[in-house]
C-alpha cells in the first residue's frame, strides 16, 4: 500500500528529473570547454516500458547519452537556449511530480488516521 | 551520487567562469605595462577548461591550466621613457583589446547562466524537501 506503483512510479520519475537537472547542469557549466559533447537523459522510455506492462518500475537515473548535434568551431555542441528551456521545463516537472507524491502520501495519512 | 549534486556542478562551472574573468582583467590591466626591449612582454594569460571525468556519472568543469600567449610583444618609439634603449624603444605587450572585450562577455554570460542553474536547482531542492508536510 505505501509503496505501491504510484509511489515507486512517482519516486522513479524523481530520480530521473533529478538526474536530467544534474547533466543539465553539467551541459550549462561546460559551455564554454572546447571538445565536450551535451549530455541528453532519457528515463522515460524505461519508466512508461514498466508501467504499461503494469509492472513496478525500477528506480533507476536513466541513461546519458551525448548529443549529435552539430558542434562549433571548439568543438562544443553546448547550445545554451535549449539547457536554459531543458532546464525550465524539468524543474516545473519535479515539482508536478512533488504535488503528486504529496497528494499520494496525504490520502495515505487520511487513511492512517484514527477515527 | 550525492545528493546536491547540481549545486556542486554548476559551483564548478561558477568557479570556471570566474578564474576566466580574472585571467581577462589581468591581460586588460596589463596591456600597457611597459618592458625593456631585452626582456620578455606580459604574456597574456589563458584558462583551459576540461570537463571532469567526461561521459562518466560525475559531472563538472575543472580549469585544468594557464597557457601563456607570446612575450614578443611589439616595440614602441618611446625616448622619453625611463625603460628605453639605446634605440629609444621600449616592449609593450601585444593583446588585442578587442578579444579580450569579447573573451569578458563569453566569461560574463557563462558565468551568469551557471547563476541561473543554481537558483534554479534551490528551488526544487526546496519544494523536495517540503515533501509530506500537508
Redo the contacts between chains.
Keep these: 500500500m505505501i509503496g505501491d506503483v504510484t509511489s515507486t512510479a512517482l519516486h522513479a520519475a524523481?530520480t530521473g528529473l533529478?538526474?536530467r537537472?544534474?547533466?543539465?547542469?553539467?551541459n550549462?557549466?561546460?559551455?564554454?570547454?572546447?571538445g565536450?559533447l551535451a549530455?541528453r537523459t532519457d528515463f522515460e522510455s524505461a519508466l512508461s516500458g514498466a508501467l504499461s506492462n503494469g509492472e513496478k518500475p525500477s528506480i533507476s537515473?536513466g541513461t546519458?547519452a551525448?548529443s549529435l548535434e552539430p558542434t562549433n568551431t571548439n568543438g562544443n555542441n553546448v547550445n545554451?537556449d535549449s539547457?536554459?528551456v531543458i532546464?525550465?521545463e524539468t524543474?516545473l516537472r519535479?515539482?508536478l511530480a512533488?504535488n503528486a507524491?504529496?497528494g499520494k502520501?496525504?490520502v495515505l495519512r487520511t487513511a492512517l488516521r484514527t477515527s | 551520487?550525492a545528493v546536491f549534486?547540481?549545486l556542486g556542478?554548476?559551483g564548478?562551472?561558477l568557479l570556471?567562469?570566474r578564474k576566466?574573468l580574472d585571467a581577462v582583467s589581468d591581460n586588460i590591466s596589463n596591456i600597457n605595462t611597459a618592458t625593456r626591449t631585452n626582456e620578455d612582454a606580459f604574456k597574456e594569460r589563458f584558462i583551459v577548461?576540461?570537463?571532469v571525468d567526461?561521459?562518466s556519472g560525475e559531472?563538472?568543469?575543472r580549469a585544468a591550466r594557464a597557457e601563456f600567449g607570446s612575450g614578443q610583444g611589439r616595440l614602441v618609439y618611446d625616448p622619453t621613457h625611463p625603460l628605453a634603449d639605446k634605440d629609444g624603444m621600449v616592449k609593450y605587450p601585444d593583446i588585442d583589446l578587442g578579444g579580450q572585450m569579447t573573451q569578458l562577455l563569453?566569461?560574463q554570460?557563462?558565468y551568469q547562466?551557471?547563476l541561473?542553474?543554481v537558483e534554479?536547482?534551490t528551488?526544487?531542492y526546496q519544494?523536495?524537501l517540503?515533501?509530506?508536510r500537508?
Design positions: 524523481l533529478a538526474e537537472s544534474r547533466v543539465t547542469a553539467d550549462i557549466a561546460n559551455v564554454n570547454t572546447p565536450f549530455g537515473r546519458v551525448r545554451l539547457e536554459t532546464a525550465t524543474g519535479y515539482q512533488l507524491l504529496d502520501y496525504s | 551520487m549534486d547540481t556542478i554548476s564548478s562551472g570556471v567562469h576566466w577548461a576540461r570537463a567526461y561521459g559531472g563538472g568543469v563569453m566569461a554570460r557563462g547562466a551557471n541561473a542553474v534554479r536547482a528551488t526544487a519544494a523536495a517540503q515533501l509530506g500537508r
